[in-house]
């Protein structure tokens, strides 16, 4: 028997019985919120995608939904200080059209990077991250530009293991460290440089999503096609998206670039 938006509705109200929070049911829209009693801080979830992976994966869908609604309630409701936690502090790589401002309205910190991509800052929280705004900073008398340093340095300290694959003569390496900062590493700049020195053809590199980080050892025409193919199908099935577009490493710059089938990309 199908699973209708009341009985889902139902079962998540059991599952997240918290004290301190409430839900709400939103009929028109078909959406389930929660949200902290005292700040009125919350999320909310579209019930029918929450149907359809239950009937795919059934309550394994729903103990991790569970997961993620409580360890993003929780993040919410808690303060956290960068001094003493400067260890934790990371650059993350967007899409230009990701907001300037959170929800409740502060102001991100956050630099330009290529006419495609910004970088935010984060805080590692283990498990998740927080974004950095303004007002942490100003809470503890930090510069953008100390965040920008010590961010710098961190991402130079994470691990730099690349899979490698060939196709048509041209070389591929993958990084996916699934720690929240693969996309981050194009940010290091001495893996840039290591990079282009081994390489034999014209370097591409691209983001399609936060979780990978793709480098392109582009040897003959063929090799741009398979590239853009590739960031492509990355780009659709990434949980956070960046840009499809890849861009060529020359001269410390990175340059996005449209590639043509079978062409050599114009830019």
Not at 50 to 70: C, N, P, Q, S, V
Not at 87 to 98: C, E, L, Y
Not at 130 to 136: A, F, G, P, R, V
């Amino acid at each position: 028997m199908r699973m209708t938006s009341i009985k889902m509705k139902k079962k998540l109200e059991d599952r997240l019985n918290h004290p301190e929070w409430n839900t709400s049911f939103n009929r028109d829209k078909d959406t389930f919120r929660i949200e902290w009693k005292h700040s009125r801080q919350g999320i909310t979830v579209t019930i029918p995608n929450i149907i359809a992976k239950f009937e795919r994966r059934g309550e394994e869908a729903l103990d991790e939904l569970e997961d993620h609604i409580g360890e993003a309630l929780r993040i919410m409701n808690q303060t956290n200080q960068l001094t003493g936690k400067e260890k934790n502090i990371f650059p993350v790589i967007r899409a230009t059209s990701f907001p300037k401002k959170t929800k409740s309205g502060k102001m991100m910190v956050w630099s330009e990077h290529t006419a495609e991509t910004r970088i935010y800052y984060a805080l590692d929280l283990g498990n998740s991250y927080q974004l950095i705004d303004e007002e942490m900073l100003e809470k503890e008398s930090w510069t953008k530009e100390r965040i920008e340093e010590v961010s710098s340095f961190n991402v130079r300290s994470l691990s730099r293991d690349l899979k490698h694959d060939k196709v048509a003569d041209n070389d591929f390496y993958f990084m996916a460290a699934q720690d929240g900062y693969d996309a981050s590493r194009i940010l290091n700049e001495s893996l840039m440089e290591e990079m282009k020195a081994n390489s034999k053809g014209e370097l591409a590199v691209a983001v399609p999503h936060q979780d990978v980080l793709i480098f392109a050892d582009i040897q003959n025409k063929m090799g741009y096609d398979i590239l853009a193919q590739m960031t492509m199908k990355f780009f659709a099935e990434g949980r956070v998206p960046i840009t499809s577009l890849p861009f060529l490493y020359e001269d410390k710059h990175l340059e996005p670039v449209f590639i043509l089938a079978k062409n050599r990309p114009e830019k």
